[in-house]
């Protein structure tokens, strides 16, 4: 067993009533691989935002999770040799069973989730308590979710947004302890968030999404006045990747996220936690595109993997600056 506080990390209750009161939201950022992390990093030193780490179980079983572990392990001296340590909260990202969120906070997590919206509520709420339990023995925050997200999450996937009902958020944090909800009102995961026919057109001929559903948002924070709200599905899924993707051989269709001002709104509620992995796998998609097809003799990976990683600590920035409003608060 390996405490997160021996690693440097923290757990996300400080972070939350700050962010809570600054009316921010952090960062969640998920990473898969070395120049991901760095990324993430350097770019949250520079703007001196806390961040959270996000680690799936695809990231798992993709890079292994003792690699990770020590990545994030690693990831806190290398924000101390950049020149100024941000908090660094590690956490698990749709965990989908009490062993997997032992096993994590067992080797250093400061932060799980445990995904229980595709159960029953009652199935849902003594699931989301068993890890609580555990997580709260050693001092790390659990992160619970109610209603159901349209799009692929994980190896489930649904057509259309349960939306969170406010009626049960209650009963839910109370009977399960935990420290932040997720809630659905209108996000959705990947870089096809909406159908064209959902979507409104401006004068441009740009698509439009439907405006996320504040209402419901606004019932939540009645019901649970303070309590940490947490955004999934919240990339915006900038054109100017999708095009260049586009541009240098890519096939990306009817790309369409959430409009920043929706986040940046989001943010002056009591949404705490933004959750962004998209827009980073398309940043990177991107610049390695770009590169191969200008440069086709390149064989070196860090010839296409550094501009990629560039391309990426650029997008981070304008996130804590300009959606998120974390930049300055670490
Ligand atoms: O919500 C899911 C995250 O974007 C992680 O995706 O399961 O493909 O690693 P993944
Ligand atoms: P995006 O697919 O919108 O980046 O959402 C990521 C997410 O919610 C990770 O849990
Ligand atoms: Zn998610």
Redesign the pocket.
């Known amino acids: 067993m390996i405490h997160y506080k021996e690693l440097g990390l923290v757990n996300t209750r400080e972070l939350f009533k700050k962010a809570m009161d600054g009316k921010y939201a952090i960062p969640a950022f998920?990473f898969n691989n070395l120049e991901q992390m760095q990324a993430i990093i350097s770019a949250c030193v520079e703007t001196k935002s806390p961040v959270i780490l996000q680690v799936?179980?695809?990231?798992r079983k993709y890079a292994n999770q003792t690699l990770l572990r020590f990545l994030a392990q690693g990831a806190v001296e290398y924000a101390k040799e950049l020149g100024y340590p941000i908090p660094i909260v590690l956490h698990l990202?749709?965990g989908d069973s009490f062993e997997l969120c032992k096993n994590c906070i067992d080797m250093g997590f400061s932060s799980v989730m445990i995904d229980g919206s595709h159960l029953s509520f009652d199935e849902n709420i003594a699931l989301t308590k068993q890890v609580v339990e555990y997580a709260h023995k050693h001092d790390v925050s659990v992160e619970g979710e109610l209603g159901v997200l349209a799009g692929v999450?994980?190896e489930v996937s649904s057509e259309h947004h349960t939306y969170t009902q406010p009626d049960e958020v209650i009963e839910f944090v109370t009977r399960t302890g935990v420290d932040s909800l997720a809630i659905s009102i209108g996000t959705s995961?990947g870089a096809n968030k909406f159908t064209p026919a959902q979507c409104t057109r401006d004068a441009n001929g740009i698509l439009i999404p439907p405006p996320l559903r504040f209402d419901i948002l606004e019932e939540i924070e009645k019901c649970i006045p303070g309590f940490p709200i947490v955004l999934?599905g919240s990339s915006s899924v900038p054109l100017a990747y999708i095009e260049t993707i586009n541009k240098y051989g890519g096939e990306l269709k009817d790309s369409i996220g959430i409009p920043e001002e929706q986040l940046r709104r989001a943010t002056t509620s009591a949404v705490c936690k933004i959750n962004i992995?998209?827009d980073g796998r398309l940043a990177m998609t991107a610049a390695i595109r770009e590169m191969f097809a200008k440069k086709p003799g390149e064989f070196d990976p860090r010839k296409y993997l550094g501009p990629a990683r560039d391309e990426l600590k650029k997008l981070y920035m304008h996130k804590t600056v300009n959606v998120l409003g974390s930049a300055g608060k670490a």
């Open positions: 998920n799936s179980s695809g990231a990202d749709h999450e994980d995961h999934h992995d998209s």
